[in-house]
Structure formats: C-alpha cells, structure tokens
C-alpha cells in the first residue's frame, strides 16, 4: 500500500526520478503491478462516480467497464506500437515500454479522480443529462491528452537518451524521425480504438429516465453522438 501511496507522489511530483528508474531497470515488475493497481482502483471509482446519474447499479456497471476499457485499450494497442517501433530501430524492451505506457495511463486515472468531486458537484446540483453527459467527455478528453502527451514526452526522451554521441545521433536522426512519426500515428489510433471501444461498452453515464442497461445495441458512433448532444444543449 505504501509503495502505491509513494508512486502516486512521485508520478505527481517526482516525475523524472520515476521513469529514470524504469530506465535502469530499477524494480520494474513491482512499478508495473502498482501502476497496474492504481490505475484500476482510480478508473473504478471515477467509474462509479459517472454512472450514479442513472442509478446504483449502473454506477456498479460503470465502476467495472471504465476500467475494462482502458485496459482493453491498451493491452489491444499496445503490440502494435512494440513491434512497429522495434522495427524502426528502438532498443527498449518489451516490460519497459509497457512500463512507461502503464505509467501514461495511471496519470490518465489519477486526473479523473482529481476530476471527481467535480463529477459529483454537478451530479448532486445538475438534473441535466446531456450536460453531465459532455462533462465527462471534456474531462475524459483532458486526461487521455494529457496521458498520451506524457507517454510521447517519455518515449522521444528515451530515445534521445538511448545515443552515446552527437555523432551516433546525428547517424541516427532520420531513424529517429521515423518513430518518431510512427508513435504520433499510434497515439491517434490508440484514441480512436478507445473511443470505439467505450461506444461498444456504452453506457457509461445512464440516462435517469431510462432503465438500467448493461450494453446497447450496436449503431451509430461516438463523435455523432457528442455532436448532437453539443446541439441539444444548445439548442
């Protein structure tokens, strides 16, 4: 539990130390199982939070899928971006790059929680659902940019840290450049496998006139539906 409580702080605080000791290789099986840990409890109780606007059983729900989705999002990605980026050169092993990206995606979880007393402000204040419902959006889309962002800013630091010399550098640029171009191209398709994802597990956020519903049907598509949704709010 402590060595939990300590991760939080650093990944708040202390940043750079954390993944330096990744890159050294510094008890590695036991940050990834903590990042594990954290990321899972901070997705559940977001989870939970978001789907009380329906009921108590749709929080339950969504304090079980929300977690799911963003494991499933990742464990889906997360060999695609390994081996494109092995392939262009990229020397970090296969349990530091899930390290790093598991770390992207507890900040992710750990921005919700910061999020959740505001969630539930407007839970207990709002009877707006199409409101509430964007709200989750906008601070679901905060966490991912600023989850990914810091995964980009590890990687690019990592390779730019993996050459011995200016002169291996400068050798190595156009490689470089190369996965560079690749790892912005993954993040995009790691956003659209978790939007997809998160329209097939819907609903997250249960309607209060509605019935509980574990999943609905299939149809249509998430940027649709936030787009009418920005329309009948303000309409």
């Given at each position: 539990?402590?060595?939990?409580?300590?991760?939080?702080?650093?990944?708040?605080?202390?940043?750079?130390?954390?993944?330096?000791?990744?890159?050294?290789?510094?008890?590695?099986?036991?940050?990834?199982?903590?990042?594990?840990?954290?990321?899972?409890?901070?997705?559940?109780?977001?989870?939970?939070?978001?789907?009380l606007?329906?009921?108590?059983i749709q929080?339950?729900?969504?304090?079980?899928?929300?977690?799911?989705?963003?494991?499933?999002t990742?464990?889906?990605c997360?060999?695609?971006?390994?081996?494109?980026?092995?392939?262009?050169?990229?020397?970090?092993?296969?349990?530091?790059?899930?390290?790093?990206l598991?770390?992207?995606?507890?900040?992710?979880?750990?921005?919700?929680?910061?999020?959740?007393?505001?969630?539930?402000?407007?839970?207990?204040?709002?009877?707006?659902?199409?409101?509430?419902?964007?709200?989750?959006?906008?601070?679901?889309?905060?966490?991912?940019?600023?989850?990914?962002?810091?995964?980009?800013?590890?990687?690019?630091?990592?390779?730019?840290?993996?050459?011995?010399?200016?002169?291996?550098?400068?050798?190595?640029?156009?490689?470089?450049?190369?996965?560079?171009?690749?790892?912005?191209?993954?993040?995009?398709?790691?956003?659209?496998?978790?939007?997809?994802?998160?329209?097939?597990?819907?609903?997250?956020?249960?309607?209060?006139?509605?019935?509980?519903?574990?999943?609905?049907?299939?149809?249509?598509?998430?940027?649709?539906?936030?787009?009418?949704?920005?329309?009948?709010?303000?309409?």
């Amino acid at each position: 539990m402590n060595t939990r409580v300590n991760t939080i702080i650093e990944l708040l605080q202390d940043r750079e130390k954390f993944i330096k000791e990744i890159a050294d290789d510094f008890d590695i099986e036991s940050k990834l199982m903590d990042l594990f840990a954290i990321s899972l409890a901070g997705f559940a109780a977001y989870g939970f939070i978001m789907g009380l606007s329906n009921s108590f059983i749709q929080g339950l729900s969504s304090m079980v899928k929300l977690p799911l989705l963003y494991i499933a999002t990742t464990l889906i990605c997360f060999p695609t971006f390994f081996i494109f980026y092995s392939l262009f050169g990229s020397k970090t092993t296969f349990m530091k790059s899930l390290t790093y990206l598991m770390t992207a995606v507890c900040v992710m979880s750990i921005i919700l929680l910061a999020f959740a007393p505001v969630t539930l402000f407007f839970l207990l204040t709002s009877k707006n659902y199409v409101f509430y419902k964007l709200l989750n959006v906008l601070f679901f889309s905060v966490s991912g940019i600023v989850g990914i962002s810091f995964f980009y800013k590890i990687i690019v630091s990592v390779d730019l840290k993996g050459s011995e010399s200016m002169a291996s550098t400068i050798a190595s640029m156009p490689t470089v450049k190369t996965r560079n171009k690749i790892l912005f191209f993954w993040m995009v398709l790691y956003s659209f496998v978790g939007t997809q994802l998160a329209w097939t597990l819907r609903p997250f956020v249960g309607a209060p006139n509605m019935p509980f519903q574990l999943l609905r049907k299939l149809g249509g598509n998430f940027y649709v539906d936030v787009f009418s949704s920005f329309l009948k709010l303000f309409s």
